[in-house]
Nanobody
Framework: QVQLVESGGGLVQPGGSLRLSCAAS????????MGWYRQAPGKQRELVAR???????NYADVGKGRFTISRDNAKNTVYLQMNSLKPEDTAVYYC?????????WGRGTQVTVSS
């Protein structure tokens, strides 16, 4: 079992920045990939960015050039640095962890971009 807790969401003005954190606990050694997804009202959940246990990253088009995913293995934490935020980035952001056996989700953190 893996437990994930997100933090760092909030209200930010367009053009602003936020850093989301996802703290993992439990069977951490079995995690192969961690990622951030988001879900806006009335829309499907979509990938934002992922990072492997070896540090390889990939980004969906929604975040390329603006978002950066990183991980601190000592703290068992994955981060999503979001810059140049737009109103269309408003969504609940979810942390995900994949193991060879299962996938796990956090409860999400709300990000609202509005003036």
């Amino acid at each position: 079992q893996v437990q994930l807790v997100e933090s760092g969401g909030g209200l930010v003005q367009p053009g602003g920045s936020l850093r989301l954190s996802c703290a993992a606990s439990g069977s951490i050694s079995s995690i192969t990939v961690m990622g951030w997804y988001r879900q806006a009202p009335g829309k499907q959940r979509e990938l934002v960015a992922r990072i492997t246990s070896g540090g390889i990253t990939n980004y969906a088009d929604v975040g390329k050039g603006r978002f950066t995913i990183s991980r601190d293995n000592a703290k068992n934490t994955v981060y999503l640095q979001m810059n140049s935020l737009k109103p269309e980035d408003t969504a609940v952001y979810y942390c995900n962890a994949d193991t060879p056996y299962d996938g796990y989700w956090g409860r999400g953190t709300q990000v609202t971009v509005s003036s």
